[in-house]
């Protein structure tokens, strides 16, 4: 874009929208433009665009670039555009790009995180029970592999009435001096609840005091739901690993996602495979050989993608489609709501029962309509949906009106 200033761009392409009255309102977005950016299918109604993000038009084009001169020329992998992704996720998370590593997706960050961990066979890694299966799994295989223990904890007693409070309580009378590391998920996609991260980053550094380094709790955040649906600094949230695909939400080519390692515990994660990148101790946990290298550099332009329309924007608009449900959910007799209602604990997944019915009858009872919902695969797999930016108000009334039409 050159020199171009983020207000010009949104102007140049229509998705900015100016109050002509109000000379000193606020410009808002024009919601519709930003949809059009995506090839969706306009006969559904998609309340799961979370699950394997469409790509707007500039990711499209960042992919198509790159695969045109890797095409022209295999040999010439142009490994400078790895550097210029590093420096955009950073800029993104708020962190350093030295900090970042490349992975394929959240399940493999995980699962290089915990299985490169230095750990003893007397120590054990804390998870919750609504952690994803695969998070837990990745713990499972790290800690077999040396002996160590597992150990799934609850962290609230009802998800839809959990606080600040209560989780931290919690945690804390969780931790023992033989714990290594915290696992926990940033916005949790069996329940919708946004954990308190830095509550719990607290509680993680109470429990550090007089620990030497190689003992030292880690806090590692699943925070695939929350990166680019919360406004926040994932890096600065008092975390020691963030892991999170870039495919989700934040509208990233498929098969991209980062790990975040906090610099002062670099040290206590070694590689598990060969890496192709020397550029920092944690750029080399990221896995090695051929990749589909015009989807990794064009994580870049789904970076910028998201920095122009702004990430507050974005979150706003996240939080105004997820209430607006949970409101009209709210109103619907027999049903039950099991995220919270409050937006600051709570992002854009919305969990929910419907009387009589599972979750799955649920998505199978609105696909008819040509509404597309997900279910929670859980313990208990509840109805679920997510509210993208690209969803509109209109969505949300109808897919409302369709699950009133159920309960009758």
Known sequence: MGGMERRDFLVGTGLLAITPTAASAVPGTDWGAVRREFRLDPSLTNLGLFYLASNPREVRTAVENFKRKLDGNSHDLMTEQ??????????????????????????IGLSIVYGGLKLRPDQELLLNDQDHAWHQQSARLAAGRVGAKVRIGTLYENSAKA??????????????????????????????????????????????????QEYRCLLVVDGVHGLAA????????????????????????????????????????????????????????????????????????????????????????????????????????????????????????????????????????????RIQITTAAYRIPYARVGT??????????????EIRALTR
């Open 230 to 369: 919360v406004d926040d600094d994932a890096a600065r949230m008092g975390a020691d690993v963030f892991v999170a695909g870039t495919h989700k939400w934040l509208f990233g080519p498929r098969g991209t996602g980062m790990v975040w390692v906090n610099p002062e515990v670099s040290d206590q994660i070694v590689p598990l495979l060969p890496s192709l990148s020397n550029r920092s101790q944690t750029a080399l946990l990221g896995p090695g050989g051929f990749h589909a290298f015009e989807h990794y550099y064009a994580v870049k332009a789904a970076v910028q993608f998201h920095q122009r329309l702004g990430r507050n924007r974005v979150a706003a608009r996240i939080t105004e489609l997820a209430t607006r449900f949970k409101d009209g959910l709210a109103e619907i007799p027999g049903v039950v709501i099991h995220t919270p209602r409050d937006p600051r604990l709570s992002a854009g997944m919305v969990c929910f029962d419907v009387a009589g019915m599972e979750g799955s009858e649920v998505l199978a009872r609105l696909k008819p309509k």
């Open 163 to 212: 606080t600040e409070d209560e989780i931290a309580t919690r945690l804390r009378n969780s931790i023992t001096p033989q714990t290594r590391a915290v696992g926990i998920t940033w916005v949790q996609s069996s329940t919708g609840l946004k954990m308190p991260v830095r509550a719990c980053a607290q509680v993680v550094a109470e429990a550090n005091k007089g620990r030497k």
């Open 82 to 107: 790895e550097q210029e992704v590093a420096v955009a996720l950073g800029q993104y998370v708020g962190g350093a790009p030295d900090d970042i590593a490349f992975v394929p997706n959240t399940t």
């Open 388 to 401: 993208s930016i690209l969803n509109t108000p209109q969505e949300i009334d109808r897919t409302l009106k």
